[in-house]
Nanobody, 122 residues
């Protein structure tokens, strides 16, 4: 059973930064793709960023140049560094795991975390 536990959310002013973390259980972390999604109130969950097992990255246009996804296989953890935050980035952010990058690019995942709230004030 794989568990994904997000942390690092909070309240920040526009233009500020936050770093989200997602700790994963299980032995296959280093060979899988990991990603971040978000869901704002009244909206559908949307793709944010993903990273393959060999560190190929992919971003939604809305966060490109502001967010950076990375992974530490020794710690079974994936990170999302969020800079230049905007009020429209306010959402619950979810971590996801999939066998390969293209699954996450198509919003498909084997496992989801419980989410962490990010609120950006104007």
């Amino acid at each position: 059973q794989v568990q994904l536990v997000e942390s690092g959310g909070g309240l920040v002013q526009a233009g500020g930064s936050l770093r989200l973390s997602c700790a994963a259980s299980g032995r296959t972390f280093s060979s899988t793709a990991m990603g971040w999604f978000r869901q704002a109130p009244g909206k559908e969950r949307e793709f944010v960023a993903a990273i393959s097992w060999n560190r190929i990255t992919y971003y939604a246009d809305s966060v490109k140049g502001r967010f950076t996804i990375s992974r530490d296989n020794a710690k079974n953890t994936v990170y999302l560094q969020m800079n230049s935050l905007k009020p429209e980035d306010t959402a619950v952010y979810y971590c996801a795991k999939a066998p390969a990058l293209h699954y996450l690019q198509n919003s498909q995942s084997d496992y989801w975390g419980q989410g962490t709230q990010v609120t950006v004030s104007s």
